[in-house]
């Protein structure tokens, strides 16, 4: 699934939003760490994605990264 949504999105890597969406699969299929790259990935190309905020503090904070996580609650 996840080669099959890499392929459907090429040519569009620099939107933001495609980014969350990848975060977004990666964490209902149980690949935190490739959530939580995803949604970094997503926040570098556009700081105001505030969807991407929450669901990175909330995974920080399960794999114990408290304080980074908090970051993202501000």
């Known amino acids: 699934e996840l080669t099959r949504l890499l392929q459907e999105?090429?040519?569009?890597e620099w939107h933001p939003?495609?980014?969350s969406l990848?975060?977004?699969?990666?964490?209902r299929h149980g690949q935190d760490r490739a959530a939580i790259r995803c949604?970094?990935?997503?926040?570098r190309r556009s700081p105001?994605?505030?969807?991407?905020?929450?669901?990175?503090?909330q995974l920080l904070e399960v794999h114990g990264k408290q304080?980074?996580?908090d970051v993202f609650r501000r």
């Not at 990848?22 to 964490?27: D, E, L, P, T």
């Open 22 to 27: 990848r975060a977004g699969w990666c964490q």
């Open 48 to 57: 105001n994605q505030s969807r991407a905020c929450y669901p990175i503090a």
């Open 67 to 69: 304080e980074l996580g």
């Open 17 to 19: 939003r495609l980014w």
């Open 9 to 12: 999105t090429r040519g569009v």
């Open 39 to 43: 949604y970094l990935e997503c926040l």
